[in-house]
C-alpha cells in the first residue's frame, strides 16, 4: 500500500484533527436546508439552487457527478439551470420542497467511499468518508418519494428513458439520446475539459488522458483503500451505509 494510504486516522493527531475541521463543519450544515442556503451563499458556491434553479441533480462524491453533468447538459444544451455538485443533502431537500425535478445518482458505497478517501489523499478518515455516505442519503430518506433515483452501474443504460422523463413529465427542453461507446468518449472529453478549467489545468483523477502506469497505480491505490473499507473496525457506519444503499436502489430508475 503506499506511504500516503498507510495511516488513516488523522484525526486521532492534532495536525489531522484541524486539517478536518473544514470537513465537519460542512457534513454539520450539508442536512439543514436554511443553514445550507447561507453557507452557499456565503461561500458563492457556484452550482448552488437559486431561484432560476429548474433542476437539482446530487449525490454523495465521487458518484459520476461530472459524468452524469456532461451528458445532461449535452442534452439540454444549456437551456436548464441546474444545481448541482454541492453533496449537500440540504440542497436537494430545498428542491424537492419547491417542487422541482431531483435527479440522485447513487454508487454503491465501497467503491464511492474508498474514492473519496483516494480523492483527498487520506487527509480525512476511513470513518468520517463513510459518515457523510450515511449522512446524505439518510436526511434524503423523508423526501424519496420525491427524488429520481438512477445508479451509477445503469446511469447510461437509463439516461435515454430519464431524459425522457424529464421531457415528458417537467416539459424541460431535453433531447434524449443513447449513451454509447462512441458517446461515452465524448462524454468523457468533456468532463476532462471542465475539469481542467475547474481544477487550474489538471485533468480528472479519471481521465481517459491518463497513461497506462498511471491508471494502474490508481486501480492498485483504490483496491488496497477499499481493504481500510471494510475493515471490521468499519462495519457498523459501513453496514449502515449499504442498507440505505439498498433502500435508494429498490427506488431507481
Known amino acids: 500500500m503506499p506511504d500516503k494510504f498507510v495511516k488513516d486516522k488523522p484525526d486521532m493527531t492534532r495536525q489531522g484533527f484541524y486539517i478536518a475541521i473544514p470537513r465537519y ?14 453557507y452557499a451563499r456565503v461561500r458563492k458556491l457556484p452550482f448552488r439552487l437559486t431561484k432560476e434553479t429548474q433542476v437539482v441533480v446530487d449525490s454523495y462524491p465521487r458518484s459520476a457527478n461530472s459524468f452524469f453533468e456532461a451528458a445532461f447538459t449535452k442534452a439540454h444544451e444549456g437551456r436548464i ?44 478518515p476511513i470513518w468520517l468518508c463513510t459518515q457523510e455516505y450515511v449522512t446524505f442519503y439518510s436526511a434524503l430518506v423523508p423526501a424519496l418519494d420525491k427524488l429520481m433515483i438512477i445508479t451509477t452501474e445503469t446511469l447510461e443504460t437509463r439516461f435515454y428513458r430519464l431524459m425522457i422523463t424529464l421531457r415528458d413529465r417537467w416539459d424541460l427542453p431535453v433531447k434524449p439520446y443513447e449513451i454509447d461507446a462512441a458517446m461515452r468518449s465524448e462524454l ?5 475539459k471542465t475539469g481542467k478549467a475547474r481544477n487550474a489545468g489538471a485533468s480528472e483523477r479519471y481521465s481517459e488522458r491518463l497513461n497506462s502506469e498511471e491508471k494502474a497505480q490508481r486501480r492498485a491505490d483504490l483496491h488496497a483503500i477499499r481493504r481500510m473499507v ?3 473496525d468499519n462495519a457498523l457506519s459501513l453496514g449502515k451505509a449499504r442498507e ?8 431507481a430508475l
Open 230 to 232: 471494510i475493515d471490521p
Open 81 to 124: 439551470e441546474v444545481a448541482h455538485h454541492s453533496h449537500a443533502a440540504a440542497q436537494v431537500l430545498s428542491g424537492a420542497a419547491r417542487g422541482l425535478p431531483c435527479i440522485i445518482l447513487l454508487r454503491e458505497p465501497e467503491a464511492a467511499i474508498a474514492s473519496l478517501y483516494e480523492m483527498h489523499g487520506g487527509q480525512y
Open 188 to 192: 468523457y472529453k468533456m468532463v476532462d
Open 25 to 38: 463543519f460542512r457534513l454539520f450544515v450539508s442536512t439543514r436546508a436554511k443553514l445550507y442556503a447561507v
Open 244 to 251: 440505505l444503499y439498498e433502500r435508494f436502489k429498490l427506488n
